[in-house]
């Protein structure tokens, strides 16, 4: 990110309610903090760069050539561990 012109060699001062008054030189911003002096408000100070490409025009294929979609199979249905359950013994004596 690049400072904006306009505000190179100035001193701002900002309020929170938290913090106080804080005063920023905006010849000491490090540009690498943008996100930092963004969530402050001090986003303002810096110019918006914006980056465009261009893709490559492919060339346009026939319709014939044009692949069906192919059958999607259904998963088999899962089945549950067989789970084994704990039996009384009809003679145990209760403490």
């Not at 044009?66 to 789970?83: C, F, G, L, N, S």
């Amino acid at each position: 990110m690049k400072i904006k012109e306009e505000y190179k060699g100035k001193t701002i001062i900002t309020y929170d309610s938290i913090l106080g008054q804080r005063k920023v030189e905006v010849d000491k911003i490090d540009p690498k903090r943008f996100s930092y002096y963004n969530t402050i408000g001090l986003g303002y100070l810096f110019e918006k760069s914006t980056i465009s490409y261009t893709g490559i025009d492919q060339e346009v294929q026939e319709a014939d050539a044009v692949e069906e979609p192919q059958a999607v199979e259904p998963k088999p249905a899962r089945k549950k561990p067989a789970t084994k359950t704990r039996k009384r013994k009809t003679n145990a004596s209760a403490n």
